[in-house]
């Protein structure tokens, strides 16, 4: 694990970019600019990031970085669900436990990777 990954644990872990269905409001892909070629219509309301409306989620916009770990490629354009799980919330405990992954303290710092 680097230094970073130390201080993040989001880069060495994207559980929760693997566990669950990413859906939003389908026109919040078009306000954050996310790529159409990112996203699945879900029904009329709603759109989600490709790759995640299967049983085993695995969102396309999570990219493997050459160290083994792990980055969201849109980032700055990432839909509400992915801004509102926190390290060591449910989602994220539930989403780490699903891979194996240890639980992480609550620490109130928004996913970052
Ligand atoms: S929020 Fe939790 S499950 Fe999601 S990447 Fe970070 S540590 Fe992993
Ligand atoms: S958009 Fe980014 S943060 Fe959201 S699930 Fe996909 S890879 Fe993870």
Redesign the pocket.
Known sequence: MSDTSELNPCLAC?A??KS?R?SFYWAEAEQRG?PAF?TEQVNPFLSC?AG?NTKRPH?????RSSDGG??????E???A??REVQIGDDKCLQARARHGLPALPVDGLS?E?
């Open positions: 994207g929760c970019c669950y990413v996310l990112l990031m995640t969102c396309a916009a999570l990219l792990f980055a969201c490629r849109v980032y354009q990432r839909p669900p992915c996913r990777m």
